[in-house]
Each structure stands twice: as C-alpha cells, then as structure tokens.
C-alpha cells in the first residue's frame, strides 16, 4: 500500500531562517507533488517531480526528488511571513489510477 | 478561467440528516476527483469521474455516500444520512486529461453534530 509520511507536522520559524520539510514514501511512484494551503483556500499545485534528481525552484522554496531513498524535500531559504501555510506532498502512480495519495501536511509559521 | 468552485464553503448538519455537496469543474476537464481530510488525518481519495462514469470509488467510505455526475459537468456527492465520523472538508478538483495536473476548489467544510 503507498503511503506517504510527512515531517515535522508543525513548523515555527523565524523569518530568514532556512528550513527543510522532509516526505517519504513507501513504493513507487510515479509522480511527487508539493501544494500549498492557505486556510480557507484551495490547495495550490506548487511542484510536480518527475525523476530521480529532480529539482525545482520557486522563489524562496526548492523541491528535490530522490527515488531510490523515496524521499523529496522542501527546502525553504530565508523564510518570510507570506510563507505560512500549509504543505501537503503527495504522490501518484499509473497502476493507481493516478489518484493522489497525501501526506498530513506540515503547518508552517514564519514569524517576524 | 474561472477555477473549481465547491458549493456551499461550510455546512453544519445534525446527525441523521441529508447534506448534498457540489462541485463545478473548470470548463473542459473531463476528469473530477472528490477528495476528504478528517480532521487530524491524510486528504484521503473518494472517487474520480471520466465524464459521467465512475472510474474509481475505491475511496468510497460507505453507501451512505453517494456521488452523480449527471451529464458530465458538475458533481454532487450527497451523504443520508449524516454521521459525525463524516465531518471534514471534502475536496474536489478536476484535470484535462486522465493523469493531469490536478487543480482543486476550496472544499467544502462539513461538520455533523
């Protein structure tokens, strides 16, 4: 069954400190995404890795994608206010249907 | 292009009662995913539509669920009759292509007391 464990859950940090969200899954997969969540909002796509090695940046936040040690992180450089959200990752795979299996999500407050 | 619209934002039920949860894709996306995250858990996977058919409700909690997606527009997915264990916020999104990007509405927050 592919599972996906997210860590830390909750992260309190101080603005332009970095930071990492780690998420691991159990099998393969095909696809790892990263989506974000402001409360109330929907659940914005924020990255989509495709391979091993793959890495992706926007702005202030880089994803990465190991698949061999079925990893991918989140790394978030000098972190700012308009960061605190929530992040879910989330996985695929073809012989799945495609449909999305979630980690909990790691709720993220910068503060001043 | 307007986004995924869910209908209502909250509902606040009692327990026994009937609540009908709807969704409008973005124009053109074949594919509809419904999703729910029960407070403290994962988003969990309900089912997903090609068009009007259901091509996946392994996620299904139970028949007290049940999800139409009559003409291959918007869907509704009604629960009868409500139990507390099915509050959360139900999700739905919908994709051009089966494997697609998946873009996803705001939820709809469900509580049952």
């Known amino acids: ?112 | 292009e307007a986004g995924v619209t869910q209908f209502p934002s909250h509902s606040v039920i009692e327990k026994g009662q009937t609540v009908t949860l709807r969704c409008d894709p973005i124009s053109g996306h074949d594919n509809l995913y419904w999703y729910r995250r029960v407070m403290g858990k994962e988003i969990k996977f309900l089912l997903h539509f090609v068009k009007e058919s259901k091509q996946d409700e392994s996620g299904m909690p139970n028949n007290r669920f049940l999800a139409e997606r009559t003409g291959g527009t918007y869907s509704t997915l009604k629960v009868q009759p409500a139990e507390l264990e099915d509050s959360g916020v139900y999700f739905c999104a919908s994709s051009q292509a089966q494997g697609g990007e998946q873009y996803f509405g705001p939820g709809t927050r469900l509580t049952v007391t």
């Open chain 1, 1 to 112: 069954e592919l599972k996906v464990e997210q860590n830390p859950l909750f992260l309190s940090m101080q603005e332009g400190k970095n930071y990492t969200i780690y998420c691991n899954y159990s099998t393969t997969s095909d696809r790892l995404y990263w989506y974000r969540q402001d409360p109330g909002k929907s659940l914005e796509s924020l990255f989509v890795l495709l391979s091993n090695g793959a890495v992706k940046q926007e702005g202030r936040l880089m994803a990465s994608l190991d698949t061999k040690a079925r990893l991918s992180t989140l790394h978030i450089t000098a972190a700012v206010h308009d960061l605190s959200a929530t992040y879910f990752c989330a996985v695929d795979r073809a012989g799945n249907n495609r449909k999305l299996i979630w980690g909990l999500g790691t709720s993220l407050a910068v503060n001043p």
